[in-house]
């Protein structure tokens, strides 16, 4: 037994003076267990194959939503399929993979019988030094999250029993890794959205429209911010019910969506009521956008029980200097909305002294 001076851990080594299993798999698990996915995605495409010998190694993440694999690294030196459909027909061996929730041992391709691998499914047959690989589906709490591929053993004819139990125990705990991965990720978005809209929550809008204004401050530009209320929101639900309020509620977050860019946030700002934040905008352009959203809603009416309910929106904009509050802001575009409702409804108003652009 041999103490190691830079980590003070004690290290085994064999008769042959070479480091044990078990001091390989230590630290391995210490770099898995993280929430840095750019470092899990380090071990599987170093550290993992080093351990099993394989030349090659390809990393996907499982899109359980659309039911496609995403590659997210590899380290060929050749192209490799950048996304896999969980429902293609015949299933390739990643598909097997994720359906049996098993390692899949592949000791000679051409010869494989379950399943039997067409040369139709194998595009990239040709780069490859040898016809072994192991798929390993990466497993936590018994849901897929992604697969690992392995490929080209350097030495010998095919992978091990030995290689699959490392390939298995290291599958388990990436697998662990990224599942808390998707779980951290999954609250971070629950605590900064809506849950019925998927916009950004009231917390999350006003601490954006602090960034941007630090950004107008610092880089120059103006802020235009929309604020938009659903007409007659309070007789919808009174006639159809609050799941149909609710139902008009997204559709119409769905709309404004469609009309903003990237750039720019939506927010449900509470309610029957929405603002959206518009980075480096004119007063111009906003008052385009604000349009566009008035006539979409209005041109989109939803559908309950099979009756129609007819909507609009109304909506009040303003452009901001970036030494103006948050507060202020939208104070400005909320006196804008009231004013547009107070003008009937279905129409848009601006909270500035000129009405050069008001409908």
């Not at 001076?5 to 001091?23: C, F, Y």
């Not at 980075?279 to 809603?297: C, E, H, I």
């Not at 109304?314 to 509050?325: E, I, K, P, R």
């Not at 202020?328 to 009231?338: E, H, K, Q, V």
Request: proline residues 3%.
């Amino acid at each position: 037994m041999r103490r190691s001076n830079k980590s003070n851990e004690t290290t085994v080594k064999d008769a042959g003076g070479h480091i044990s299993l078990v001091e390989q798999l230590t630290p391995l698990a210490r770099k898995i267990n993280c929430l840095d996915i750019e470092r899990i995605m380090d071990v599987c495409m170093k550290h993992i194959p080093n351990l099993v010998g394989a030349r090659l190694a390809s990393l996907y993440i499982l899109d359980e939503t659309n039911n496609i694999l995403h590659l997210q690294k590899h380290n060929h030196p050749f192209l490799i399929n950048k996304i896999v459909s969980l429902n293609q027909n015949p299933p390739s061996l990643m598909v097997m993979a994720i359906r049996s929730k098993e390692i899949i041992l592949v000791r000679d391709i051409d010869t494989h019988k379950k399943p039997v691998i067409k040369k139709s499914q194998r595009s990239f047959s040709e780069n490859y030094k040898t016809n072994n690989c192991v798929i390993a589906p990466l497993i936590c709490q018994d849901r897929v999250v992604g697969v690992l591929n392995l490929s080209d053993k350097i030495e010998g004819n095919s992978f091990d029993s030995e290689d699959i139990a490392l390939i298995e125990l290291c599958s388990q705990l990436v697998g662990g890794s990224i599942g808390n991965i998707k779980l951290f990720e999954k609250i971070q978005h629950q605590a900064t959205t809506d849950g019925l809209t998927g916009l950004a929550n009231h917390k999350t809008f006003y601490e954006i429209l602090e960034k941007e204004l630090w950004r107008s401050r610092r880089y120059g530009g103006q802020i235009s911010l929309i604020m938009i209320d659903i007409d007659n929101f309070k007789k919808i639900n009174d006639t159809y019910g609050h799941r149909a309020g609710d139902k008009v509620i997204r559709e119409i977050s769905k709309k404004i969506k469609e009309c903003i860019r990237q750039i720019d946030t939506a927010a449900r700002y509470g309610g029957d009521e929405f603002a959206v934040i518009l980075p480096n905008t004119s007063l111009k352009d906003a008052f385009v956008v604000a349009k566009r959203m008035v006539d979409v809603v209005a041109h989109s009416p939803a559908t309950w029980k099979k009756e129609q309910i007819a909507l609009s929106i109304s909506v009040g904009l303003g452009q901001y200097d970036a030494d103006t509050n948050p507060e202020d802001i939208t104070s400005g575009s909320d006196r804008a909305l009231y004013t547009a409702k107070q003008a009937g409804k279905n129409t848009v108003r601006i909270f500035e002294p000129s009405k050069k652009y008001q409908q």
